[in-house]
């Protein structure tokens, strides 16, 4: 867990604080962005509009479960930790949301994937309440992975349409920045390898093929199956070696060695170089910040 002074923690602290601060932001999206918006492809572009279909139900579900054991966390900073990841999420919801409303003024159908994975988080709901946060740790384990090829690597950057990088890199910046937040808060409650192995199987059994059928159902509705070329280059950007997410798989399952934690791999440096380009004297997004005093 990342520390405070003695001094902070005589004061109710905020997420702020403790480095998660909920940032009021406020994108201005452009309704006169290209439809295929990851590097002019439409393979790749669906898989992003799959994601932002996802983050809506999906960090509903990780704010519930975290949230659930709130009453079990004495610590004054993993409290204020759990205030800013929760603000931040809502956020992220509320972000993608008016996101996936320009996907819909396309006839993108980002219902499709909004709904599918929150078929498969409903089933998840069906799981005791220590097995959903493994799981949402598990979830938060993937994104914090994904978040920091984005932040780590230009060439993934430079490939998403200008009037959405911003969203996506400051999206990627909070994650880094509460990436351990649900994992804490189940070591709280006690840790068990056997449910984060199982936590693992559940993720790869219920939302991970709701995403893949979403995104083939996508490419199939938008034609794109006519355009095989298309196809073969948008899988190899995003799964190929070297990929956006397939440099991820070979570092998916350390979350199930017993002595994983998020913090074992260390992101300060990358989340402070970020939180300047993006909000410091001349950061690039801080004529959009409306945070709160």
């Not at 409903?122 to 993937?142: F, G, K, N, S, V």
């Not at 159902?217 to 199956?225: F, N, R, T």
């Not at 070297?242 to 074992?264: A, L, M, N, Q, Y």
Request: net charge negative; with cysteine; glycine share 6%.
């Amino acid at each position: 867990m990342r520390g405070i002074t003695v001094g902070e923690q005589k004061k109710t602290l905020r997420g702020a604080d403790v480095g998660i601060p909920p940032r009021q932001l406020d994108f201005r999206l452009n309704e006169e962005m290209p439809r295929w918006l990851y590097a002019g492809n439409a393979t790749a572009t669906l898989f992003l509009v799959v994601l932002s279909g996802a983050f809506p139900p999906g960090e509903d579900f990780f704010v519930q479960s975290v949230n659930r054991f709130k009453h079990r966390v004495t610590d004054p900073t993993l409290r204020a930790q759990v205030a800013g990841f929760t603000g931040q999420e809502v956020i992220h919801s509320r972000e993608h949301d008016r996101l996936n409303d320009v996907f819909r003024s396309r006839d993108i159908d980002v219902d499709v994937p909004e709904k599918a994975i929150a078929l498969a988080l409903r089933l998840l709901d069906l799981l005791p309440a220590r097995q959903r946060l493994a799981c949402t740790a598990q979830m938060e384990h993937l994104t914090a992975l994904l978040a920091e090829e984005l932040l780590s690597h230009e060439d993934f950057r430079t490939r998403i349409h200008d009037d959405l990088t911003e969203l996506w890199i400051w999206h990627a910046l909070e994650e880094l920045e509460h990436k351990s937040v649900s994992y804490e808060v189940y070591e709280t409650i006690g840790n068990s390898r056997r449910e984060r192995v199982l936590a693992e199987v559940l993720v790869d059994a219920t939302i991970i093929p709701a995403a893949l059928v979403s995104w083939i159902w996508l490419v199939l509705a938008e034609g794109v199956w006519r355009r095989p070329r298309d196809i073969r280059d948008g899988v190899r950007m995003l799964f190929g070696p070297g990929g956006f997410v397939g440099r991820i798989i070979p570092r998916v399952g350390v979350f199930r060695k017993p002595d994983f934690h998020p913090d074992r791999h260390d992101t300060t440096a990358l989340e402070a170089e970020w939180r300047e380009r993006l909000f410091g004297p001349d950061g690039t997004l801080r004529d959009q910040l409306r945070r709160r005093a």
